[in-house]
């Protein structure tokens, strides 16, 4: 095919790569070695590297030729060979644990520069053209916080916004949120934008030992959405998981009776809205968009009604016949809640407070909480991504994966939210990955651009290969076959060349 002349940068892609180290083996997908991934749009042509994040973790895995760094769904123990005290001293020292620094989940920019990001408090920085691995941030020299999400914000001036979970700090457990600005003071240019971060507010955790696990967080032009899901970490579980023989996996847990709490912080104040809004008990991961419409959030969310798909992750069920036999006992749904901010507070109780049309609800309830309920958008897409110029905007289109009873995608999908049609592209024995969007420079549509994605074949004989799609037909403009052994990989993300600084500086 032909690729637009306009296309040039670099995609830069993240997830695991290696499970088995030596005689040992990862339990779970999630575990494994990150594997960077680029592709480089150059005059028309693809060029393709990837590389192993040289985090300190794999560095101390392949050194012992053993997994020797505990990960989410795999506990690591010391060489038996050691003394006892060596080994008592490890246990005790594992109580809040020292995180992994494998940074496998998504990439990051701040400051102009780039990082393999994962959900605990470190990230390591990459040079997105060689793939080499540079220093190690830890979140923790500058706020206190344990573990922190791989779905960052971009706010107009180029700052991130994130969130992380501070675990008993002070006796209080907490979610923060912070900033890290996209540029330093011209005379204190030797200091990092890290050391400028700023908390931005807290949100007070609603059990001091049971923080609640969340993947991304929702942001409008004047708030800030968390969502409190009944999905939690046991900190006490966490502290004794070592000792136990466990993983940290197994202190997750989801309690379907209760309920799931709507956090919205005004930006400007740093306050939290004093209504209290709710839903019923859901598991969710991705925020696809949100945005204020006469006085009401309205925000778009990917849910589940149980925590199914983690487990699916464990590479026991990962089989040859993975996609048939296992079956997620939840399927995603992509859920639309509107939210009134600004409402009748003499509304009469029961009464349902959203005057937008829409079939999602919002009820007031006798103690003054309001109970909301979604409307269903559509049903079987995750790994959302948007056109981020229209993040906290109004918009139309969701660029996801396809999947249905399985948790592998099978095609990849345009949704519209406001028509729902949707447009689709798949091929026996794909399975694509995440798809980004690249707008076109100078776009006046929400859509005027392509979509990029990695498909790997069922079949390890036939070559992985790189699509790109027009974003409004979703036809193919091309493809870019690559003859090396490629995994499905989670997240990632475009740098247009312009943003890319040059080797000399």
């Known amino acids: 095919g032909q690729l637009p002349t306009w296309l040039q940068g670099i995609l830069l892609r993240n997830g695991p790569g290696m499970h088995t180290i030596g005689d040992s083996k990862y339990n779970h997908w999630f575990d494994g070695m990150a594997l960077l991934h680029s592709f480089t749009f150059k005059n028309g042509e693809v060029y393709y590297r990837s590389k192993y994040l040289r985090s300190d973790t794999y560095n ?36 809040i644990p020292e995180f992994t620094d494998n940074c496998l989940i998504n990439i990051m920019k701040a400051g102009g520069d780039f990082y393999a990001t994962g959900e605990t408090n470190f990230i390591r920085k990459i040079n997105p053209q060689t793939l080499e691995t540079l220093e190690k941030v830890d979140y923790n020299k500058y706020v206190a916080v344990n573990v922190a999400t791989s779905h960052p914000h971009y706010d107009s001036a180029g700052n991130v916004l994130n969130m992380g979970t501070s675990i008993v700090d002070k006796g209080k457990t907490k979610y923060l949120l912070f900033k890290i600005p996209s540029s330093v003071p011209e005379q204190e240019k030797k200091k990092s934008c890290f050391q400028h971060l700023e908390v931005v507010c807290s949100i007070p955790s609603r059990s001091l030992l049971h923080p609640s696990y969340y993947h991304s967080f929702g942001i409008t032009e004047n708030y800030i959405i968390f969502i409190e899901q009944p999905f939690r970490l046991d900190i ?93 006992t939840s399927r995603p749904t992509c859920k639309r809640f509107v939210v009134p901010l600004q409402y009748d507070k003499d509304a009469v109780v029961d009464s349902n407070l959203v005057t937008l049309p829409s079939t999602a609800t919002a009820v007031k309830e006798k103690d003054g909480n309001i109970y909301c309920q979604p409307e269903i958008l559509c049903e079987g897409i995750e790994l959302p991504r948007i056109n981020y110029d229209y993040n906290s905007k109004k918009y139309k289109y969701v660029f996801a994966t396809e999947v249905q009873w399985s948790p592998v995608p099978t095609k990849i999908t345009k949704f519209n939210t406001q028509t729902k049609e949707m447009l689709h592209w798949g091929q026996d024995d794909c399975w694509p990955s995440e798809p980004i969007f690249v707008p076109r420079p100078d776009a006046k549509e929400e859509d005027d651009g392509v979509v990029l994605t990695c498909v790997v074949k069922t079949d390890p004989k036939d070559p992985p290969f790189l699509l790109v799609l027009d974003a409004k037909t979703f036809t193919e403009l091309g493809r870019a076959t690559v003859n090396v052994e490629m995994h499905i990989d989670l997240h990632g993300m475009f740098i247009p060349q312009q943003d890319m600084k040059t080797e000399a500086e």
């Not at 101390?60 to 010391?78: D, K, L």
């Not at 050691?82 to 080994?87: P, R, T």
């Open 60 to 95: 101390c895995n392949i050194e012992a030729n053993r997994i020797v760094v505990s990960e989410f769904g795999t506990m690591a123990y010391p060489d038996p060979c050691k003394n006892i005290f060596a080994k008592a001293f490890s246990y005790l020292s594992h109580t």
């Open 236 to 328: 006490v579980k966490m502290a004794t998981a070592y000792i136990r023989g466990v993983n940290w996996a197994s202190c997750l847990a989801y309690n379907k009776d209760d309920k799931t709490w709507f956090h919205f912080i005004d930006r400007k104040t740093k306050k939290e809205v004093s209504t209290k809004f709710y839903t019923d008990a859901l598991v969710f991961f991705h925020h696809i968009n949100a945005y204020e419409e006469d006085g009401h959030i309205i925000f778009d969310i990917i849910a589940y009604t149980d925590n199914s798909l983690y487990d699916m992750f464990y590479l026991k069920n990962l089989g040859k016949d993975f996609a048939e036999n296992s079956r997620l």
